[in-house]
């Protein structure tokens, strides 16, 4: 083989090694901003399966279906930083200002999700699908519920239902 075409051969293979490591950089990149998997949250430092039950957190801010981020207490997450009120105040008051909140159990009670993305999160993805039992909005704009069939459940700013368990076992998901 001449020089010429053996430095051809060298120049090229250099090339794509660095092309495919940009390749990859690009593409990890790619999947680090895309965030975790529908269903994964963070708490406490760590990832877990919100389908497969909440452990010991009891309050998630839902940002989108891949930024769920869970908290032991609303305290904790009352300003969805992690940081807020001093104590837990239990009931509708766990739910802040600016987010529509939903809880599993009645009367406002039992783990809490809140959002305030207008693009519907699925339920099932936080282990909640068919199991609201109340609510709360506390924004400024109409949230809802999508129920089986892609029939929507209005919640008007303001509205409190500590006793929605008849729409919420049909509620697939979730909006602000």
């Known amino acids: 083989m001449s020089r010429r075409k053996a430095w051809g051969v060298v120049t090229a293979g ?3 090694a660095v092309l495919g490591t940009v390749g990859v950089a690009s593409a990890s990149s ?3 901003s895309a965030g975790p ?6 708490f406490e ?3 877990i399966d919100l389908r497969k039950g909440w452990g010991e957190a009891r309050v998630c801010d839902v940002y989108s279906a891949r930024d769920v981020r869970c908290f032991r207490t609303a305290g904790q997450a009352a300003d969805g930083r992690g940081a807020g009120l001093a104590s837990d105040l239990g009931g ?3 739910c802040p200002d600016g987010w529509l909140c939903i809880w599993a159990g009645g009367n406002h009670n039992g783990n809490m999700a809140k959002t305030q993305d207008d693009k519907p999160v ?3 993805n936080i282990g909640m699908r068919y199991n609201v039992g109340s609510w709360a909005n506390k924004q400024g704009d109409s949230g ?5 069939g892609n029939s929507t459940h209005e919640i008007r700013p303001g509205e409190q239902v500590p006793n929605g368990r008849q729409i919420g076992s049909r509620a697939e998901k979730f909006f602000g």
């Open 37 to 42: 998997e529908p269903g994964m949250a963070t």
């Open 92 to 94: 509708i008051e766990d």
């Open 14 to 16: 250099a090339l794509a």
């Open 144 to 148: 809802g519920l999508v129920l089986t």
């Open 45 to 47: 430092g760590k990832l």
């Open 122 to 124: 699925d339920l099932a």
């Open 30 to 32: 790619t999947a680090e």
